[in-house]
């Protein structure tokens, strides 16, 4: 053994190495992914807190709408950031979600199937569609790109064809009666913390309705789902195998493969994670307004992938993260509701989310250079 | 680098230097978006509102025709503490939720264009609009003044309740017999359709939407020759039936005059703000009949944005 | 137990028409180095992915320790000993050192159903591991990409090596290097023959090859040339084996001509 490596080897233990104090705490956050996500989110809001700050939008009721907005985005924003950390996209998200709520509504209005057995039979439906998409890209190498490119239309076109074939229409309203004493439905319907709500209104902190009690009821179940996800997302690629598998396909998939991680395993878990989540999004969706639209989720895809870049996922794969894709979506969902209370155009929204995403991308390639060129 | 973020900011500090929120008195919140044509009139209506009544007003809409996103509007208006909500109700069962909690809130909130069935449901104050099957009873007598016996209605899509009862109100105002004719909502479809039916024995025809049934069935008309010989009417306004009433081609319009539609609900709430006043139950906007007398006149106030 | 840890006997691969490897045969005993030598296109990769598990061979057999073995794919390859660095080298960039280390072989703790990647065992165990390289990894968490191509390289035989390699194979692995970073991955190498390991060096490089090798096997155009020992050849020799030997003698011999001629 050479004298060098004798004298590192003996090195008790390598946490003394005086060299690692040097990187400075700010280098190590500088150099993560979210950087740009949340720095960007606390612009938003220093933003609208400045120019929008008494029209109610951070009242309790006007938060709680951003909020909503920004969940149901963070959970498909979540789900195709890990997809896109594992090197694919998925562009039949916004169809799934019309399709979803569609297989939800039909059996339950018009076949006269318990709304919680719709539900099943959506997700269920999900994991199929998921599985479909990643056992074509998985064997046929094909862009996945392409691939969900033409799901989008099939989907959609789905859509509608069976909905007014069966229906004659293309809605399908009448689902909020159905909640009230369904087993699962509750789970996607319900406002929590409602007591911390009262007594707010109680204590006169926040706005009342007539009657004395409060305007805002409870935490919409969005949110709840939302946090809920991200911590999952994250525990699942930073703490577990799984997750490394994930950054390896992304990074390198023919690597990967010779150093036996099961990419193809990989990559169909991916699909099938933002064709549920899709799924969810169309649940929550359909109670919230107690009926299905052939026409839901359309172009919510973009809005997702948009969020994910903007919470430092890189295009090519192998890089990212879950936390980042959330507040990139509060983002997107804070400035697409904040701009109704100024008096700008709403037209300009697309403007801005076109605008962060270019911006966000710059700046992610600037961070991935400085974190690869460290030496 | 360093020149790219400070342009950023020096953008961001500009935006927020002219951008600017002001309390409202009033929002609207409709499912027509400001710059489609039929919509910027209702719009028109709304800004000429709030000028006479001396309030301040503003007009949203979410990008598509997409209800869930404009029961987030509307909760979005409330936040707001407006001191009037006027909203479009294309979906009491999608809105519902969003439209009690205003009310609720202690906002009044007046319906205009849509909803007529659901408005009072909901507690919403009044509702201004044209009622469908009222317009098509209108334009049935108008029809059957003319001379008219046998008639065909042509609807766009069948199943859209509104269209249906256009065609169910013309028949009660006609008295007499009138056949539905289903068809897509596709233009070269609709003129084949109407093409088939010219030998039928109708003497009238009602479209129930002018840019896309009218025109459609207008053409046939005219490669038939049938023109004149076949009375044409329609719901709703297109410049090429404008044009077409103006040539005596077409026997009416039936003009829901979206602009009141925008106009009156302002008006309302301006006299509330001042005497608590609020009329009960629909203020009809419609029908109102565009005919070869006055199409000249409508054509000029069109182009304007008022009609 | 036969004294030669691997035997690759009159392997012949071929594609369609292309006779990519014709009848080669290498033998390799614990310890020995054998360089590859060979121009581009004189089959190389072939042979490596053969050797890998990657394309199975249309004639011949592969014995390892002894007995006849057969590869259905780079996993059995694996799972025999044969540790294969690529020069794409599998790892990925912006991830750290320690996840490019044990990808696809993380190391697990917790419950079962909700195990977590170890990532503190495997950090103590990545840096242990560079540092007997004497490659002094400051921060195992430190995205691969940070380091110079010769440490990668390192990381990547390393790797191979713990995960219980007994033929390491490494394709072209100083083509893209300097001198220094070279030789950091030709000592390596050197030292991990000593602890008992049989490599296989491709390259087309001899002066890299020369130094380190204890045989040599010449490869043109699908075809072995031989098998040598360090002491029964030199240098210039296997240069000269080489089609690029020939094909330089004969350029000087032109060039000398373009001289004389230009001078009357």
Known sequence: ?375 | MKTIYKSILAFVAWVMLSVSAFAVDVIVVSHGQANDPFWSVAKNGVDTGCKDMGISCKYTAPATFDMVEMAKLIDNAVSQKPKGIVITLPDAAALGKSVKAAIAAGIPVISMNSGSDDFASLGISAHVGQTEFEAGVGGGEKMKAAGGKKALCVNHEVGNVALDRRCAGFKKGFGGSVDILGTSNDPTEIQSAVAAKLNGGYDTILTLGAGLAGEAALKALKSAGKVGDIRLGTFDMSPGMLKAAAAGEVEFLIDQQQYLQGYLPIAIFGQYMRYGTMPAGVVMTGPGFVTPDNAAKVIKWAAQGYR | MSEYLIEFNNISKYFGKVIALKDVTMKLKKGEIMCLLGDNGAGKSTLIKTLAGVHKPDEGEIIIEGKKTVFDSPKDALDMGIGTVYQDLALVSLMSVTRNFFMGREPLKGIPLFKTFDMEKADKIAAEKMGQIGIDVRDPSQAVGTMSGGERQCLAISRAIYFGAKVLVLDEPTSALGVHQASMVLKYVVKAASEGLAVILITHNVHHAYPVGNSFTVLNRGKSLGTFNKKDISREELLSMMAGGEELKKLEVELKEMDRLAKI
């Open chain 1, 1 to 375: 053994m050479s004298e060098k490596a004798k004298s590192i080897a003996s090195k008790k233990d390598f946490n003394q190495d005086e060299r690692l104090k040097k990187v400075s705490n700010l280098k190590i956050l500088l150099n993560r992914p979210e950087l740009g996500a949340v720095g960007g989110a606390i612009l938003v809001f220093i933003f609208f807190g400045i120019v929008a700050g008494d029209t109610g939008m951070f009242s309790a009721y006007g938060a709680l709408n951003f909020l909503d907005v920004s969940a149901n985005l963070g959970i498909i924003a979540i789900a195709a950031a890990m997809l896109m950390i594992g090197g694919e996209f998925d562009l039949s998200i916004g169809s799934m979600i019309g399709f979803a709520g569609i297989c939800i509504a039909i059996p339950a209005i018009y076949w006269g199937w318990p709304l919680w057995i719709s539900i099943i039979f959506a997700f269920a439906m999900a994991v199929l569609v998921g599985y479909f998409n990643g056992i074509l890209v998985v064997k046929t190498g094909l862009p996945s790109f392409i691939v969900t490119l033409a799901m989008l239309f099939i989907l959609r076109g789905a859509t509608l064809a069976i909905t007014r074939l069966i229906t004659g229409r293309t809605q399908v309203p009448g689902l909020r009666v159905l909640i009230e004493n369904d087993p699962i439905a509750w789970m996607f319907a319900t406002d929590t913390f409602k007591w911390l709500f009262t007594w707010l209104g109680s204590m006169n902190l926040i706005a009342l309705r007539t009657d004395g009690t409060p305007l805002a009821t409870g935490i919409p179940p969005s949110v709840i789902w939302f946090i809920a996800i991200t911590l999952f997302a994250t525990w699942i690629l930073m703490k577990t195998r799984y997750g490394n598998w994930i950054f390896a396909s992304g990074g390198d998939k023919t690597g990967a493969t010779n150093v036996g991680v099961p990419v193809g395993r990989v990559k169909i878990s991916l699909f099938i994670g933002t064709a549920m989540a899709a799924t969810l999004f169309a649940t929550i969706q359909v109670l919230d307004a107690g009926s299905a639209d052939t026409m839901r989720g359309n172009l919510k895809e973009l809005e997702a992938i948009a969020a994910a870049v903007v919470g430092g996922c890189l295009l090519t794969g192998g890089y990212g993260s879950a936390i980042g894709a959330a507040f990139g979506a509060l983002i997107f969902g804070t400035v697409s509701m904040g701009i109704f209370y100024t008096d700008v155009d709403t037209d300009w929204f697309k403007v801005f989310l076109g605008a962060m995403m270019l911006i966000a991308v710059v700046f992610n390639n600037y961070i991935r250079k400085k974190v690869t060129e460290n030496k």
